[in-house]
Structures are given as structure tokens and as C-alpha cells.
């Protein structure tokens, strides 16, 4: 049993513990459970209260049980499945007694709407209580009643918010807008709970809450579902529909009666539940649950760490040694320099001051965690050095000399170079079981993607030892094979070359951008290419040029632009004009290009994301990673590929390999060696097969 049920004094307390699992998980299986429960509750006239608990650490009830959303084959499958659910919770929901949902953890998704079925809400302040509906991240929306409950005790607004964005809530937050009736320190539970339910026995009656007067009028309504559309407009690309099918659902049911309106919001989330966009993004998160898991506990963690190097990623660097290490140590070449580190960090805090994930004695705590040495000194405790200086290799291989002089000899040293051989800085090193690179992505406070590196003689030990420490630090760590530009920038540089080559052409920065932005990438290469700054991506390229020869040719536009000195955000003007209030194209760039010919929209798409296909099917060809699934969750993770199309590989296998390769051809023949075909591309055609069901021909 994962329900039990127990009774005192006219109150039942009916308790959730999933047998044999960490979290609960509001199945199939546990719904029926509860359904058979319902029904003796309903007989038996002696109970005048239900409570329903968590017996699980930090977890109220984690949500659906997603390894049954994932198996569901048709709609009609899916629809029946959530009918039989919401007449369960429509159960709960018309129990003729008063029903608590104590909230002492995470109460997400289902979860969340099984407490929305009970007539009241309360809620511990526990860092670990949070209320959120995270299912439009999955491809779908709450399927249980959610988008029916969710509007009628929190408002439309409100619900939309939740339901939109996947955002997490917590309990002051929840009782603000009323999705809670009360919170209270978890020491406070007996009593407090006891004094709940005294309070509701006695007045017998629950105010009933009313819509907010303004949502009442359709006329009002209509401006807020407009509005709605148009931010997800803004944020959300056409093509990923669930936000938009849950916006509909929550209108078209707002004045429904609730049956009606769940048979609508069970028939559209049958749709979504099964389309191909659904099924991408729950493999990716079941992969990003076992990256989580993919280390061995060890007790000799790492606690204390030297950063070297203070630009922008030097101090993203900086700011997470700090939040999650006991000491951070900072290497200066002045100490002129300190105030403004310390000022950056401060203001990466800020958003966990304004969430309330963090006090300011907190913080405070972590900031007093920092110190500065010019002289490499008081190195000799230090667990961890991590190097984020210019990409010189000369330079780099004379500080690892100089670190490993000075640190114990069990000390690991890494760089966070994004393009220079591993194996070659390694060289010259006494310890190079302790080396390797670790490579973040800027921002570092935002992007949770991390490659480490190995040298050919880096420890497993070693390697253990900084998956778990990324891990806990909310990192996505995955080991990559060692070549220049290392997995991510290797496929993705010549993206944003191929956009440069194309504008030398005759098209122009807007529709290139624009194109990118349809396809599902998070902003154009262009915008991206002028926050990063066009001297890092012309620095990189160079790397990769140097390594790769023809097939990685620098567009002589990214040149000039290079050598006007035209780097993007940082210097007013890139590729756009930053000098104004709105940001316009920068006419001078046009100076550079040439109309020799028109190039279609979907040779634009074709031309830069078909040539990152190609990299990356030479990167499982040359064993940088082995597995395509990992490749793909880089890409999504490192880029903002689209998730919802599953990754690249994952749209070449869609599109098909015979059109990639066929295209890829056109191209070589139009433009040359960049797009010269992977031999393995052309053994899939070959063969017929794809990234999915060739794998032996890449894999050991």
C-alpha cells in the first residue's frame, strides 16, 4: 500500500508514502488506491475531518508519474486515463466534510492539483515547500483538473502565471494569492494544524472565494487573454504549442461548468500528451535526472578553491565557488581590483534576495567566504584551482607550472578555456592525473551546462570528484573527448560563421536572425553574437580555423568586423547599433557585404543548422562523446537548441539523413570544404539508418 489511512477522534489523517521510491508520485496506480479510500471515508459517518499527508522527507507530492505520460500511444488512451483521474479528485473535491492538503515540501504538478480538490490549503515555510505546475516543460499542462481549479481559487492572472511558465512558488508567495489558507514554521505543525482544524470545525462553513470582480467582465477578460498571447508571443516560439493550447483551454473553460470544462482540458492535453514535441522533452529530462546521478558519493569533497582570472567569466566563476564552497580564494594581479569583484558577485546574489531563496545575512556569509592573494600565496588548504585567464596557450602553461609549485599535490587544476587542447596544456605538467578542463558556459549563474575535459592521464578519481561537486552546485557536468573547441563550440561556431557567410551573400542581419529565431533558437546569431562579443567569437574561430583548416574557414566579414573593432554590446556597436534607445542594424556592416545573390529563408535555415548536423556527426565519429542522446542534451543545454525538437541529432534523424546529406552536398558544391560530408552521414545513408538506429557504427 502507498496510502494508509488512520483515524483519531473524528479526524482521518490519510497519509501518502510511496513504497520503494524517494518522492510520491501522484500514479495510476497510487489514484486508485486513493479512490478506494475515498469511498470508505464516504461511509464511514463517525469522520468529521480529512488531513492528507506526506510521510516523505522535503516532498508533498512530487507530481504525475511521467514514465506513464511517456508510454501513453494514442489520445484516446491519454483521455480516458485523465477522465477516470479527475472523477477520483472530483471524489475529494465533493466529500461532504472539510479536507485539508498539509503541505510540508514540494507540491508540484498533480500534486498540486489533488490540493486544489481539497477544500483547504496550509503550508510550512520550509525552504523545501514549493507549489508549482511544471508540465508546460514537458510539452503539456496540468491534465487533472489544473487549468479548471487553478483560475477559480487564485484568479486568472494568478493561474496563467503558474500555469504558463512552470514557475515555482513558495508558501508566502501562495498565501498572498491565496492558493494556500495558512502557513507556519514546520516546528509549529501540531499545534498550529490542531488550531486549523479547530477553527474550520467550528464555523463548519468555508468562505467561499469569488473570482476577482474584474475577471468577471468578458470585455476585461478578453484584454487579459490578449495580453497573455501576445508575452507568449514574445517569449515562446509558434511552433511549441503546448503554452498556447493551455492559454486556450483556460479561456474557452473560463465560464464552463467543471465537467465540461475537464473533458476539454483532458481531450487537448490527449493531443499534446502524444506528439513528438511531449516525448522529446520527457526524454530530456529523464536524462537530466540521470546526469544528476552520475557520480559516485565520495567523502573527500572538494571545499576550497582559487579562482585565476577576473572577466566576466572569471567572476560568474567566482560567484558559484562562493554560494556552494567554504572558501573561495581570488588570485589579483592588483588588489585595486577587489571592490569591483566583490560589487559583480553581490549583484549575482541579488536575484536570490529578491526571490527570497536567500537572506542578506546569508549572503552576507558567502561574500565573507572571498579573499584576494597577488602572490599566490596561502594556497597550500586549496582543493580546487580553476584558471580563467586570457586564451593564450603560453600564458596558461606558465601559470599550471606555477600553481602546481605552490598547491598540495593532491590539488586539482583546471581550465576554463572554451577552445585550447587539454592534452597540449597538460604537457609540461609534473601532476597531470590532477588536470583537466572545465568548461562553463557564460552566463555561469545561468547556464547549466558544464564539459569537462580529460588529459589522457587525468584520474577517474578526479573526474568523480568534480561531476559531484558541479552536481550539487546545479550544474549539468558531461565528459567530453579533448580536441579544439571541445563539444559545443566545435558545432556551434560554424553556425555562427555559416550566418556570417550568408549576410557576405546579400541577405540581411534582421531576416538572418529572424529565420534562427523561428526555427526555436533563443535569439538570432547575430544578437548572440554581440552579447557574447564578436572579439571572443573571432578569437575562437581563429582556434578552430588553426585546427580544422578549410572545413572551418573564417568569413571574411567576421574579420572586418573584428578589425573595426565593432565587438557588439560591450562597444556600443557589432552587428547592431547599440547607441540609442532601440537597438538598430548597423548600416556600416553593409559596407562589407555584397549582393551576389538571393538566399531563401530555408537555405538560411538549412545552411546553418544542416553544417552543425555535420559537426556533430564528426564528433560521435571521432568518440568526443559516444552517446548522441548526451550530444543532443549538450546542444539544447550549452546553446538553447530548441528542446522541444529534442536536440540536433534528434531533428536530423526527423528531417531525415538522405535530405541532410543530399543538401549538404548542394552545398559543398556551392561553397565548398565547410560542407564536405561526415563519413558518417554518408555510411547512415548508406545504410539507411539514423542517429538512433546506427549507433554501432560509431559506438565501441
Request: net charge positive.
Amino acid at each position: 500500500m502507498n496510502l494508509n489511512l488512520k483515524i483519531e477522534k473524528s479526524i482521518a489523517t490519510l497519509y501518502f508514502d510511496l513504497k520503494d521510491e524517494k518522492v510520491n508520485k501522484l500514479s495510476f496506480e497510487v489514484l486508485h488506491e486513493l479512490d478506494l479510500i475515498l469511498d470508505d471515508i464516504n461511509k464511514n459517518r463517525d469522520i468529521e475531518v480529512l488531513i492528507i499527508k506526506s510521510l516523505k522527507k522535503n516532498i508533498f507530492i512530487a507530481g504525475a508519474d511521467i514514465n506513464e505520460i511517456k508510454a501513453f500511444k494514442s489520445e484516446d488512451e491519454v483521455y480516458n486515463a485523465l477522465m477516470k483521474g479527475d472523477a477520483i479528485l472530483n471524489k475529494l473535491e465533493n466529500l461532504n466534510i472539510p479536507t485539508i492538503a498539509y503541505i510540508n515540501g514540494a507540491c508540484i504538478g498533480g500534486g498540486l492539483e489533488l490540493a486544489l480538490a481539497c477544500k483547504y490549503r496550509v503550508a510550512t515555510t520550509s525552504n523545501s515547500t514549493k507549489f508549482a505546475f511544471p508540465e508546460i516543460r514537458l510539452g503539456f499542462f496540468p491534465g487533472l483538473g489544473g487549468t479548471q481549479r487553478a483560475p477559480k481559487v487564485i484568479g486568472l492572472i494568478n493561474a496563467m502565471d503558474l500555469i504558463l511558465t512552470g514557475k515555482n512558488i513558495d508558501s508566502k508567495k501562495a498565501y498572498k494569492i491565496s492558493l494556500i489558507d495558512d502557513y507556519f514554521d514546520e516546528g509549529q505543525e501540531r499545534y498550529k494544524l490542531d488550531e486549523f482544524v479547530q477553527k474550520i470545525r467550528n464555523s463548519r462553513q468555508k468562505e467561499q472565494k469569488t473570482k476577482p470582480i474584474i475577471e468577471r467582465f468578458s470585455l476585461i477578460r478578453n484584454i487579459i487573454f490578449n495580453k497573455a498571447y501576445k508575452n507568449l508571443e514574445k517569449k515562446v516560439n509558434k511552433d511549441f504549442i503546448a503554452p498556447y493550447k493551455a492559454l486556450k483551454v483556460l479561456k474557452d473553460t473560463y465560464d464552463k461548468h467543471l465537467q465540461d470544462g475537464l473533458k476539454v482540458e483532458a481531450s487537448t492535453f490527449a493531443q499534446l500528451a502524444v506528439t513528438k514535441e511531449s516525448k522529446y522533452l520527457i526524454e530530456l529530462f529523464f536524462l537530466s535526472e540521470k546526469i544528476k546521478k552520475d557520480y559516485e558519493k565520495t567523502s573527500n569533497e572538494i571545499s576550497t578553491s582559487l579562482v585565476i582570472g577576473n572577466g566576466v567569466m572569471g567572476k560568474g566563476i567566482i560567484w558559484l565557488l562562493s554560494k556552494y564552497l567554504k572558501q573561495t580564494r581570488i588570485k589579483l594581479r592588483s588588489l585595486d581590483k577587489a571592490q569591483n569583484i566583490i560589487s559583480y558577485v553581490a549583484k549575482l546574489y541579488e536575484y536570490f534576495l529578491k526571490s527570497r531563496k536567500m537572506t542578506q545575512a546569508q549572503v552576507d556569509l558567502k561574500l565573507s567566504s572571498l579573499s584576494y592573494t597577488q602572490n599566490f600565496d596561502g594556497l597550500k588548504n586549496i582543493d580546487l584551482a580553476i584558471e580563467a585567464i586570457v586564451e593564450n596557450k603560453e600564458q596558461k602553461e606558465e601559470l599550471f607550472k606555477k600553481l602546481e609549485s605552490c598547491m598540495k599535490e593532491e590539488a586539482i587544476i583546471a581550465s576554463n578555456t572554451s577552445s585550447i587542447s587539454i592534452e597540449e596544456l597538460s604537457k609540461n605538467l609534473q601532476r597531470k592525473e590532477n588536470f583537466m578542463g572545465i568548461h562553463f558556459f557564460n552566463p555561469v549563474n545561468k547556464m547549466p551546462l558544464v564539459e569537462i575535459i580529460p588529459n589522457s592521464k587525468t584520474s577517474k578519481e578526479n573526474i568523480n570528484k568534480m561531476k559531484q561537486s558541479l552536481i550539487k552546485m546545479g550544474k549539468m557536468p558531461i565528459v567530453v573527448g579533448d580536441c579544439a573547441g571541445f563539444l559545443v563550440n566545435r558545432i556551434f561556431l560554424p553556425y555562427l560563421n555559416e550566418a556570417a557567410f550568408i549576410l557576405e551573400e546579400g541577405s540581411n542581419i534582421t531576416t538572418i536572425d529572424r529565420v534562427l529565431k523561428d526555427f526555436g533558437m533563443p535569439m538570432g546569431p547575430f544578437t548572440l553574437a554581440d552579447n557574447v562579443g564578436i572579439d571572443i567569437g573571432h578569437h575562437v574561430s581563429k582556434i578552430l580555423n588553426d585546427s580544422y583548416g578549410q572545413r572551418m574557414p573564417i568569413s571574411n566579414l567576421l574579420t572586418k568586423v573584428y578589425e573595426e573593432k565593432l565587438f557588439g554590446v560591450k562597444t556600443k556597436k557589432g552587428f547592431y547599433d547599440y547607441t540609442t534607445k532601440q537597438t538598430v542594424e548597423n548600416k556600416s556592416i553593409y559596407n562589407y557585404t555584397s549582393d551576389i545573390r538571393v538566399v531563401t529563408e530555408e537555405e538560411i535555415r538549412n545552411r546553418c543548422i544542416f553544417i552543425m548536423i555535420n559537426e556533430a556527426s564528426r564528433c560521435l565519429e571521432e568518440h568526443i562523446v559516444e552517446d548522441a542522446d548526451i550530444l543532443d542534451f549538450a546542444m539544447v543545454a550549452g546553446t538553447g537548441f530548441p528542446a522541444y525538437k529534442g536536440g540536433i541529432l534528434k531533428y536530423a534523424n526527423l528531417i531525415g539523413i538522405k535530405k541532410v546529406v543530399q543538401e549538404l552536398k548542394r552545398f559543398e558544391y556551392l561553397y565548398d570544404k565547410r560542407f564536405e560530408v561526415s563519413n558518417l552521414l554518408l555510411q547512415l545513408e548508406q545504410k539507411n539508418l539514423d542517429f538512433k538506429t546506427g549507433e554501432s557504427l560509431w559506438k565501441h
